[in-house]
């Protein structure tokens, strides 16, 4: 039997199959051409960088760096500019009172990127982060370029790829799914999860601890002491310092894992700890990277080949999917064989869905659970999940993100962090030592925002100087008025929050990190610094930001507060730290080193001789975090 291909069979084949695709490409030029007739006034108008033909500025935005170069062009061309990305023209904002106009007309006038639904759509998380009011039967243009091709590709080599279909989004996704996740994040509701929020502050401060030994003896071993430097036969001077970036131990690690326990616990697992793999973590950070390349990626290959990255994530999402489904079940099993809850138990998301619609005796959790599921009950089991899967996506490396800068912000602001020191220690005393999880939580019987004022500044500063959702995208649903010129529908609108902020920021020294600013400001200051991801006032203002202010507050309070913060030394070829974006923004390249306080008023002493080392921000490659 001969193994040798029919030439005569193939050659047919692949002539048809490029005339389909020579023809695909003839039909995305004449949309491109369409498109960009359609918009020739918008382009007129604004400024924007200089690009080249076809791709326009699409080579000079690398995926991680793209908030910060659309900043740098902010800065550059004004607070409303436009860039080119293969002949779609996107409008870049950073004008605070466009953007607050352009929220509290969403979603009727205004709704995210109909990119940004189909992403969390094919990876099976739509829910409250991604519902809208309006259905948008088209997709974003280069989507509709890529889809011709492969539609030709699969049509000339007959295969059977289809193309994921993108269910309609209506307002009443949104208003059920908001119905039921915001009353489970009322201040309220969140204050009854201090214990579990303080209970892992400990374990944060005990891990930091850790750290704290490997980053001394790390040091000892890159600038050891002159009695134990040893001199090489024949060398005329001994090395005197052995440094090695590969050895300093990060702790953005220990945030995220106490931030991801938090949030699942909040979500469905608490009591049922068991059942969450540990490597659940890793699974998570494998879709955010997934969601952040697919948002920047112009051609969607996903949809008809899926790359390595492309099957961990879909991975990832089964495996919260099936956490979720093990959970509910163990829990319904619990409620049937009429099993009691311990004391101190917290209802999470998924328990509202068990309890029947109306309340039991006078159990208030019970009955706040009964008008939640009532509202839960109008979902569909996908949606209930898709919901919870966002909750854990939104709450996960934001938190995180936070904590990570503030350590930045710390190391560089000496100054900052001894004021910090200085007021956790003259407010908890002795309890700032304290590993008991019910006394603590017995002292923290106000809000921590407003016993600690300055920490709560340093939180609010770093969000404003640092947001770790820096930016958010939007299409106009009809034709519409930006700025005094006609925008056409299906324009895309993208925000910069931190220009926004900074160009209207009230108080002296907008680029300096100053937490002060946030007592010594009036209420009426206060408003429009606070306009961060939490603080621009729409109806969809994010959820969970109470939930999240707890945590910062309680690891900054009880865990950071036992250490003194500082840059590990490092030569001036080291690559500096930077913000880079994987689906939410972060400082990476930060390498500190954590000194254990022996006693409460070290700190103070402490302080004096920690150096001013500037360390601005730069853009270059820069190590994973």
């Known amino acids: 039997m001969s193994f040798v291909p029919n030439l005569a069979s193939v050659t047919p084949n692949i002539t048809v199959a490029l005339g389909i695709v020579s023809l695909a490409t003839a039909a995305i030029a004449l949309l491109s051409y369409l498109r960009s007739f359609s918009k020739k006034q918008s382009k007129e108008v604004f400024p924007g960088p200089p690009g080249i033909p076809i791709l326009g500025n699409l080579l000079q935005i690398n995926s991680k760096d793209i908030i910060l170069q659309l ?12 860039i080119n990305m293969m002949g779609q023209v996107w409008l870049i904002v950073s004008d605070s009172n ?12 205004y709704s995210h990127s109909m990119k940004l639904i189909s992403v969390f759509q094919e990876l099976g998380m739509h829910g409250l982060l991604t519902a809208e009011g309006k259905f948008q039967n088209f997709l974003y243009i280069n989507s509709i370029h890529f889809e011709v091709l492969a539609i030709a590709v699969r049509i000339s080599l007959l295969t059977t790829h289809p193309r994921p279909f993108i269910h309609p989004i209506t307002g009443s996704d949104w208003k059920q799914s908001r119905r039921w996740i915001t009353p489970q994040f009322s201040p309220g509701r969140v204050a009854r999860s201090k214990s579990l929020v303080i209970h892992h502050a400990l374990i944060l401060r005990d ?15 890159w600038f050891p002491k002159g009695e134990h430097v040893s001199s090489a036969v024949g060398k005329k001077h001994a090395d005197r310092v052995f440094y090695n970036p590969k050895e300093i131990s990060p702790v953005w690690s220990e945030f995220s894992d106490r931030t991801m326990a938090v949030i699942i616990n909040y979500a469905f697992a608490h009591g049922k700890d068991d059942l969450v793999p540990p490597d659940i973590v890793n699974g998570i950070q494998k879709v955010l990277a997934t969601i ?15 790359t390595a990255s492309d099957r961990d994530a879909n991975k990832a999402v089964k495996l919260l999917n099936k956490v979720i489904d093990d959970i509910f079940e163990s829990i319904r099993k619990d409620k049937e064989n009429g099993e009691r809850k311990d004391e101190g138990h917290m209802n999470t998301l998924l328990e509202s869905l068990l309890y029947e619609k109306i309340g039991k005796g006078d159990d208030v959790e019970d009955a706040e659970l009964a008008r939640s599921a009532e509202k839960a009950s109008r979902l569909t089991l996908e949606q209930i999940k898709g919901n919870l899967i966002q909750v854990i996506i939104a709450g996960y490396d934001t938190t995180a993100n936070t904590m990570n800068n503030i350590l930045y912000a710390f190391a560089c602001n000496p100054t900052v962090q001894a004021r910090f020191h200085s ?9 700032a030592v304290s590993t008991s999880t019910s006394d603590l939580t017995e002292f923290f019987h106000q809000d921590p925002t407003v016993q600690f004022p300055y920490t709560y500044g340093v939180m609010r500063e770093s969000m404003r100087l640092y947001p770790v959702v820096a930016s958010q995208m939007f299409e106009s649903n009809e034709d519409t008025v930006l700025d005094g010129h006609f925008m056409p529908k299906g324009t895309i609108t993208m925000h910069l929050y931190r220009p ?6 009230p108080t002296g020294d ?3 990190f100053k937490p002060e600013r946030w007592i010594e400001c009036t209420d009426e200051e206060k408003k429009v610094m606070a306009q961060d991801a939490f603080g621009f006032v729409c109806p969809r203002i994010c959820p969970g930001r109470h939930l999240a202010t707890l945590q910062i507050m309680f690891y900054l309070i009880l865990s950071v507060s036992r250490f003194n913060v500082q840059l590990m030394p490092s030569p001036p070829s080291a690559t500096p730290a930077r913000e880079r974006r994987q689906f939410t923004s972060m400082i990476e390249g930060v390498n500190v080193r954590l000194v254990a306080l022996s006693c409460r008023h070290l700190s103070l002493s402490l302080s004096r ?12 490659d820069s190590k994973n975090k």
């Open 71 to 82: 900043e740098q062009w902010a800065w550059e061309y004004g607070p409303i500019f436009k």
């Open 98 to 109: 466009v953007i607050n106009q352009q929220l509290k007309e969403r979603p009727i006038r």
């Open 207 to 221: 891990r930091l601890n850790e750290h704290a030994k490997k980053h001394q003896i790390t040091y000892e071993k």
């Open 292 to 306: 952040n390349h697919r948002l920047v990626t112009p051609v969607p290959t996903w949809r008809f080949y899926s």
């Open 423 to 431: 007021e956790v220690d003259s407010i908890l005393g002795d309890l």
């Open 500 to 505: 926004a902020s900074m160009r209207s920021c």
């Open 510 to 512: 907008p680029f300096e």
């Open 609 to 620: 001789f920690i150096p001013v080392i500037p360390l601005p921000l730069q853009i270059g």
